[in-house]
Structure formats: C-alpha cells, structure tokens
Nanobody, 123 residues
Framework: QVQLVESGGGLVQAGASLRLSCAASGRTFVGAAMGWFRQAPGKEREFVAAISWSGSIKDYADSAKGRFAISRDNSKRTGWLQMNSLNPEDTAVYYC????????????????WGQGTQVTVSS
C-alpha cells in the first residue's frame, strides 16, 4: 500500500506561483513513478506531469510545459510540482498519484491517489 498526501494548494492571483508537495508512505512507493493530475469543476480529470522513479524521465501536458516543473526526492519520499505563471484556467483540484508501471499520461495506470489539494487562481 502507498499513502499519498498533497499540500501546498491555495488561492493566488494570476501570474503567481505555487509549489505543491506530495508526501508518500508505504513500502510499495519504492520504484514507483509519480504523476500529477487535476480536475476542474464540471471537467474530467486531466494529466499534468509525471516523473519516473529515478527522475530521469519527465513528461508534461502541453498546458504545463514551460510553466510547471515536476521533481522528487526519494530519500524524503516526497514529490513536488512547481507551478509558475498561474492563470485562471489552472484552477482545479490537483492530485498526486503513484504508479508501478512507470510514468504515464493515463490515469488508469496509477494505483494510488492522494486526496487532492485545491488550487484557485483569480484574475
């Protein structure tokens, strides 16, 4: 089992930055890829970014490229999503997830999910 707890969300103005954290526990976290997804009201959950266990492979949605950065520190069992130049379209609940299948844009590949953290960007 893997438990994931996100933090760092909040209400910010357009153009601001936020850094989301995802703290993991559980033996099966070892070797797992980590992904970030988001879900806005009335919309389906969508992929944001993913990182392999080693950190050597990173993938971003087009909407995140150049603005967001995913990272992790396995010794701290923590991952982060640095979000810069936020705009109102980034408003959503952000979820981190863990996958034993490697980094993927497909949320069905992720076995474990956090409870989510709300990000609200005002114009």
């Amino acid at each position: 089992q893997v438990q994931l707890v996100e933090s760092g969300g909040g209400l910010v103005q357009a153009g601001a930055s936020l850094r989301l954290s995802c703290a993991a526990s559980g033996r099966t976290f070892v070797g797992a890829a980590m992904g970030w997804f988001r879900q806005a009201p009335g919309k389906e959950r969508e992929f944001v970014a993913a990182i392999s266990w080693s950190g050597s492979i990173k993938d971003y949605a087009d909407s995140a490229k150049g603005r967001f950065a995913i990272s992790r520190d396995n010794s701290k069992r923590t991952g982060w999503l640095q979000m810069n130049s936020l705009n109102p379209e980034d408003t959503a609940v952000y979820y981190c997830a863990a996958s034993g299948a490697g980094p993927s844009r497909d949320d069905r590949k992720y076995n474990y999910w956090g409870q989510g953290t709300q990000v609200t960007v005002s114009s």
